[in-house]
């Protein structure tokens, strides 16, 4: 029960985040959608692992550690580089 509830909060506010920055709402860059999807991707990477979803899980981690990279920019006013 408690993964499903994770699962079901983690999916609406990423869809929320995505909504928004459709619609004008919130820019691509902003620490608030940024922040969404973190949340978003920690609480469905999380249902995800409860239930044994593994690729799903990493997928949703790295989709939150996408948005951390982008609030730490933020934050530092340095663009976060893959090497």
Not at 15 to 21: E, H, N, S, T
Not at 47 to 64: C, E, K, Q, R, T
């Amino acid at each position: 029960m408690i993964a499903a509830i994770l699962g079901w909060v983690g999916t609406v506010g990423t869809l929320l985040a995505y909504l928004m920055v459709s619609r004008g709402r919130l820019q691509a860059n902003s620490r608030r959608y940024a922040a969404l999807n973190i949340l978003g991707g920690v609480l469905g990477g999380s249902a995800s692992a409860l239930y044994g979803a593994w690729p799903s899980a990493v997928s949703n981690f790295i989709w939150a550690a996408v948005g951390l990279m982008t609030v730490v920019s933020r934050v530092t006013g340095k663009t976060a580089q893959l090497h």
